[in-house]
C-alpha cells in the first residue's frame, strides 16, 4: 500500500521540480542585411536583336523565331521578322539562363538549333544571306540517327512474278 503512495507522490513532485520557467526572453532575430540592388526576381526581360536575309541578300520578313531554353525543353517565346528582315522585341526568361536555343520553324536553309549567349540583357544574331555570320553561336548538339551496322544493301529490284 505504500508503494501506491508513494509512486504518484514521487511523480507530482518530479513534475513540478523539473519544470522551470526560461528567465531569457529575449525574443530578437539576428539582424540580416539583404544587398540594396537585390530585387528578388526569378526572371528578367530578354531584348531580341535578329536580322533575317534571304539568298539574294535582301531582307526577308515573316521568319517565325522560336526561343527555348537551353535544352530545348521549355518555349519561351515565339515571333516573326518584321518587313525589314529584324526582330526587335522583348521577351521575359528565367534569370539563371546564360544561353537560349534558337529555332527557325518556317524557312528551309537557315541554321536550326543554335544556342545563343545572352550578352547582359540581349541577344542577337544574323541569319541567312551571304554576308559572314554574326554573333556566338553553337550548336544544341544533336545528332543524325545512323544504322547500327553502318553498311547498306540494296536487295534488288522488285520482281512480281
Known amino acids: 500500500m505504500k508503494k501506491h503512495i508513494l509512486l ?10 523539473a519544470c522551470k ?17 537585390f530585387d528578388y526576381s526569378t526572371t528578367r526581360e530578354i531584348e531580341t536583336n535578329f536580322n533575317v536575309k534571304n539568298v539574294e541578300n535582301q531582307p526577308d520578313r515573316g521568319v517565325k523565331f522560336e526561343i527555348y531554353t537551353p535544352d530545348g525543353e521549355r518555349k519561351l517565346f515565339t515571333g516573326a521578322t518584321d518587313a525589314n528582315g529584324a526582330m526587335n522585341t522583348v521577351f521575359r526568361a528565367p534569370s539563371y539562363l546564360d544561353e537560349v536555343m534558337i529555332r527557325i520553324t518556317n524557312r528551309i536553309g537557315l ?3 543554335q544556342l545563343i549567349p545572352i550578352s547582359g540583357k540581349t541577344i542577337s544574331g544574323n541569319f541567312g544571306g551571304n554576308a559572314p555570320r554574326s554573333g ?3 550548336f544544341s548538339g544533336t545528332k543524325a540517327i545512323t544504322p547500327a551496322g553502318g553498311n547498306w544493301y540494296f536487295i534488288g529490284t522488285y520482281d512480281s512474278q
Open 136 to 138: 556566338k553561336r553553337k
Open 111 to 113: 541554321a536550326n538549333g
Open 8 to 17: 504518484p507522490l514521487l511523480l507530482g513532485v518530479a513534475t513540478f521540480t
Open 21 to 37: 520557467k526560461d528567465a531569457n526572453t529575449n525574443n530578437t532575430s539576428p539582424s540580416s542585411t539583404v544587398a540594396d540592388n
